[in-house]
């Protein structure tokens, strides 16, 4: 089986689930989704419903984690996944953050060196999603710029130690690696 990293990065609805789907789909029939989206209200277990009723639909078999990525990856693995697609990072960033509010750049550094060296562990092709928010304005509250910081710390690490990245915009993605 072919070991791969593919980093999918792009803005908000630029389509970077839907490619990296594709990429996940294209890569084997044993296909694995790590959710790591929490519930917070009721929009969004609506949206989480819906997402959940589309990949059962398509042959995914579904790991939800919040903040736990090696861990879901090495069960995904161990059943045997072909293709495992992580959507998406700037949610698990987020929920770090949530549970450790002093999380600064060198902890989030320090959490995706670990998530980059599990990845190269991991048989099959991992497809990881993440949010490019760096490209608007500085953020206005000090919190805001420590999560932009964060997420921009991490991309750069995964993206490193990916094989492939794709910036997606308008429904389009382009390869950058």
Request: hydrophobic share 45%; charged share 25%.
């Amino acid at each position: 089986m072919k070991h791969e990293v593919i980093l999918v990065i792009g803005g908000a609805r630029s389509g970077k689930s839907t490619w990296a789907e594709q990429l996940a789909c294209a890569a084997g029939e044993r296909r694995y989704y790590i959710a790591t989206c929490p519930v917070l209200d009721a929009e969004m277990a609506d949206r989480v419903a819906r997402h959940r009723r589309l990949r059962a639909g398509a042959n995914w078999t579904t790991i939800e984690e919040q903040t736990e990525l090696e861990n879901a990856l090495e069960r995904a693995a161990a059943a045997g996944a072909e293709s495992i697609l992580v959507d998406c990072l700037t949610l698990w960033i987020n929920n770090l953050l949530f549970h450790d509010p002093d999380l600064d750049e060198a902890g989030m550094a320090r959490r995706a060196e670990s998530l980059a060296a599990c990845l190269q562990r991991i048989p099959g092709t991992t497809v990881l999603v993440i949010n490019e928010v760096g490209l608007g304005l500085v953020p206005e509250s000090p919190l805001a710029r420590r999560f932009r910081d964060l997420s921009g710390r991490c991309a750069q690490i995964l993206a490193a130690a990916a094989d492939r990245v794709y910036l997606t915009v308008a429904g389009i993605a382009q390869k950058i690696k």
